[in-house]
T-cell receptor, first 116, second 112 residues
Framework: GAGVSQTPSNKVTEKGKYVELRCDPI?????LYWYRQSLGQGPEFLIY????????DSGLPNDRFFAVRPEGSVSTLKIQRTERGDSAVYLC??????????????FGPGTRLTVL | TQLLEQSPQFLSIQEGENLTVYCNSS?????LQWYRQEPGEGPVLLVT?????EVKKLKRLTFQFGDARKDSSLHITAAQPGDTGLYLC????????????FGKGTLLTVNP
């Protein structure tokens, strides 16, 4: 079956521009997560959705970052007024349910964002 | 803030050698996971350990969770070039079992 897909795979933008990154989770997965992975670092949690609602957005670095999941499936991470420091790989993951120890998160291949 | 320290950061060995990667923290985790990530791909889950002292084996890979659930190790026996990749440990805890805290990873290169 299809895994988590993310588009675009690469995005190059200029400082100050607006970008949208899309995530298609595995069908039937109710939980969706966004992480950011900078060069030489492990993924860093950004936000978690359970269904349509953002259950935990404590990892979003500032108010330039926003994410939605209007129908409880596809999610879009939106970054306003991009800065060079936003350059990273943005990973999306989904899982069948939450609240269960050891629940497996399946990761997509990521979107590599470069802000010039 | 929960932090996970992984060591070594880089490891280059010859095919057939054994190796151990460590993941340490001052915090207690309810579960700890090991992932392997290849260039241009997302992390892929290898194992989840939950109980202090737990040992799990996956073919040539042996994972151990510390008794106090603060540290873990990954041992690979007779490494093969196909084992090359970034190995990440990630802990869940602090009242949340979905928010994973990742270490920086160990970049393993196995030379033929």
């Amino acid at each position: 079956g299809a895994g988590v897909s993310q588009t675009p795979s690469n995005k190059v933008t200029e400082k100050g521009k607006y970008v949208e990154l899309r995530c298609d989770p595995i069908s039937g997965h109710t939980a969706l997560y966004w992480y950011r992975q900078s060069l030489g670092q492990g993924p860093e949690f950004l936000i978690y959705f359970q269904g349509t609602g953002a259950a935990d957005d404590s990892g979003l670095p500032n108010d330039r970052f926003f994410a939605v999941r209007p129908e409880g499936s596809v999610s879009t991470l939106k970054i306003q007024r991009t800065e060079r420091g936003d350059s990273a790989v943005y990973l999306c993951a989904s899982s069948l349910i939450r609240g269960v120890q050891g629940n497996e998160q399946f990761f997509g291949p990521g979107t590599r964002l470069t802000v010039l | 803030t929960q932090l996970l320290e992984q060591s070594p950061q880089f490891l280059s060995i010859q095919e057939g050698e054994n190796l151990t990667v460590y993941c340490n923290s001052s915090s207690v985790f309810s579960s700890l996971q090991w992932y392997r990530q290849e260039p241009g791909e997302g992390p892929v889950l290898l194992v989840t350990v939950v109980t202090g002292g737990e040992v799990k084996k996956l073919k040539r890979l042996t994972f151990q969770f510390g008794d106090a659930r603060k540290d873990s190790s990954l041992h690979i026996t007779a490494a093969q070039p196909g084992d090359t990749g970034l190995y990440l440990c990630a802990g869940a805890g602090g009242g949340s079992n979905y928010k994973l805290t990742f270490g920086k990873g160990t970049l393993l290169t196995v030379n033929p």
